[in-house]
């Protein structure tokens, strides 16, 4: 499935609100007062840890948002792994402008990249199965598109985005409607004949009550792999089975094996280590256009 990547509509303001906590009222005066204001250079983001990219179109614009002069030529792209030393990007253009804008495109690239990099290990583990690796609204406040975008970049599935797409019916919900099949009544009646129904259940007697009344998943939280089988089992292809709870690069296969269509990983998005990309100066650029000296 191809990479679908997401409109810049979306990623502007989120860029630019990064940039605009950054800048304050001032700007950045560091390199307003260090840098000369004529001065180009040339600059490349480099890795220095293994894994995979995500998050190119956020770092590139926050160079642009700063400086319309700056250049970014790309030589990966999203969903490409890397290696220490792998050059990412090469960036050129007015030096304070790089500067300025440096943090906040690592910021979202090395976070972006980060959970492209472990949703490709848990992508890896399960590999060979029917089960693909999904993340859920467990997300930075503000940053849900751009770290949904980051798993599939990792070859990862997005779950639902928000409360508004799909139905997902928690222990509290049952617990509060009186039981599986009232909250799936409840929920038939609330809402439009295009949206998906699903029940989390962690016993197998509720189960059986979400496909007594035709749920169209099940998520089956912290169940056993052997549980799990003989979840799968009982559902025999009436609906999406999800199974979330304790999935890690080492447990994730066992889980797969069971025969699930999803499983779900909260941690993807709320605590994927940040990859290490550096921005590195390789030398002043060219002078500009009107032959006026650069510093060196």
Known sequence: MSLVPLPRLIIEPLVRAALLEDLGLA????????????HRSRVVMAARQPGVIAGLDAAELAFTLVDPGIV?????????????G??????????????TGERTAL???????????????IAAAISGTRAS?????????????????????????????????????????VAISGGVAEAVRRARAGVGHLVKIEVEVDRLDQLQEAMAVGADAVLLDNMTPDRLREAVAIVAGRATTEASGRVTPATAAAIAASGVDLISVGWLTHSAP?????????EAAAAAETGRKQVA
């Open 72 to 84: 970014m030529r790309r030589h990966l792209q999203d969903g490409d792994a890397v290696q220490p």
């Open 274 to 282: 940040v990859l290490d990309i550096g921005l590195d100066f390789v």
């Open 133 to 173: 690796v999904a993340c859920t609204r467990k997300t930075t406040p503000g940053l849900r598109a751009l770290e949904k975008y980051a798993v599939r970049a990792g070859g990862g599935m997005n779950h639902r985005f928000a409360l508004y797409d799909a139905v997902l019916i928690k222990d509290n919900h």
């Open 86 to 99: 792998d050059v990412v990007a090469t960036i050129e253009g007015p030096s304070r402008g790089l500067l």
């Open 27 to 38: 700007g950045d005066i560091t390199s307003a007062s260090v840098i000369p204001a004529d």
């Open 107 to 121: 910021n979202f690239l090395g976070h972006l990249s980060g959970i492209a990099t472990v949703t490709a290990e």
